[in-house]
């Protein structure tokens, strides 16, 4: 059974950072390429951030340069880096494992003007 369990979310000032995470657990961590989602209130779910299992990272637009997703194999652990955070980052942010239909069940993260 596949688990994705993410953490870190809360309500920060404009400015702020924070860091969440994602434990995984049921399947072969290191080799699936894991990514981060978000949904803001009434739009659809974004791709924000990819990491592959060589490392190899990729990121939307709106947050280069902000954030990093990184990874710790040794702990089936994904963690997503937020820097400078923006009212526009709010939403939902959901682990996700790449090519395959497993997700978390969301952190929500809401950025203050």
């Known amino acids: 059974q596949v688990q994705l369990v993410e953490s870190g979310g809360g309500l920060v000032q404009a400015g702020g950072s924070l860091r969440l995470s994602c434990a995984a657990s049921?399947?072969?961590?290191?080799?699936?390429?894991m990514t981060w989602y978000r949904q803001a209130p009434g739009k659809q779910r974004e791709l924000v951030a990819i990491?592959?299992?060589?490392?190899?990272?990729n990121y939307v637009d709106s947050v280069k340069g902000r954030f990093t997703i990184s990874r710790d194999n040794a702990k089936n652990t994904v963690y997503l880096q937020m820097n400078s955070l923006k009212p526009e980052d709010t939403g939902v942010y959901y682990c996700h494992v790449r090519f395959r239909n497993y997700w978390g069940q969301g952190t929500q993260v809401t950025v203050s003007s």
């Open positions: 990491i592959n299992s060589n490392g190899d990272t």
């Open positions: 049921g399947i072969i961590f290191s080799i699936n390429s």
